[in-house]
Nanobody
């Protein structure tokens, strides 16, 4: 059974950077598209970014386009999210997930989720 474990969250000031990691274990994931979502008490899971496992095509949410970069290391079975120029509005719990079917921008299209990692941006 595929399991995901996020890490790398923390407290950072506005304008700073963080890199999140998502370690993938317990199953075959070649060909899986992967995504990052974020959640706050006010907003259910918001699409952040996705990447296809083969070919490396990427998509980003409007709120993070140009500031965040998704990448993956197939040899290490790890997904990353490089977050630069962080803003207060980026504070959230960040989740990685495996894509099952359907549109890449929708949380319902993903089936396996990690437990999340908290990112807090302070002024």
């Amino acid at each position: 059974q595929v399991q995901l474990l996020e890490s790398g969250g923390g407290l950072v000031q506005v304008g700073g950077s963080l890199r999140l990691s998502c370690a993938i274990s317990g199953g075959a994931f070649d060909g899986f598209a992967m995504g990052w979502f974020r959640q706050t008490p006010e907003k259910w899971r918001e699409f952040v970014a996705m990447i296809t496992w083969i070919g490396g095509s990427e998509r980003y949410g409007d709120a993070v386009e140009g500031r965040f970069t998704i990448s993956r290391d197939n040899a290490k079975n790890t997904l990353y999210l490089q977050m630069d120029q962080l803003e207060l509005e980026d504070s959230a719990v960040y989740y990685c997930a495996t894509h099952r079917s359907g549109g890449f921008f929708f949380a319902d299209s993903y089936d396996v989720w990690g437990q999340g990692t908290q990112v807090t941006v302070s002024s």
